[in-house]
Nanobody, 128 residues
Framework: QVQLVESGGGSVQSGGSLRLSCAAS????????MGWFRQAPGKEREGVAF????????YYADFVKGRFTISQDNAKNKVDLQMNIVKPEDTAMYYC?????????????????????WGQGTQVTVSS
């Protein structure tokens, strides 16, 4: 089992920055990929950014490319999401997630169904 705990959410003005952190514990070696998803009220959950934990490869959804950066600290079992130039449409509950299988294909093909472990979520609110 892998446990994920997010932190760092909050309120920020449009154009500002926020950094989310996800602390992983448990059998983390079973996960070769982790990611961040988000869900806004009335909308479906969507993938934001993924990272291959053994390869360091990254994937970003088009709507965050150039603004968000996903990174990992293997020593601390932590995955962060640096959010820059945030927009009101970035307002959502952000979830950290991890897979429980060995996967080395294109990260762009991953969907939320490929992730077995989920954190409780952290709220991000961007005001205009």
């Amino acid at each position: 089992q892998v446990q994920l705990v997010e932190s760092g959410g909050g309120s920020v003005q449009s154009g500002g920055s926020l950094r989310l952190s996800c602390a992983a514990s448990g059998y983390t070696s079973s996960s070769t990929f982790m990611g961040w998803f988000r869900q806004a009220p009335g909308k479906e959950r969507e993938g934001v950014a993924f990272i291959g934990t053994t390869t360091g490869r990254t994937y970003y959804a088009d709507f965050v490319k150039g603004r968000f950066t996903i990174s990992q600290d293997n020593a601390k079992n932590k995955v962060d999401l640096q959010m820059n130039i945030v927009k009101p449409e970035d307002t959502a509950m952000y979830y950290c997630a991890a897979g429980n299988k060995w996967y080395f294909g294109p990260l762009s093909l991953l969907t939320d169904g490929d992730f077995s472990y989920w954190g409780q979520g952290t709220q991000v609110t961007v005001s205009s």
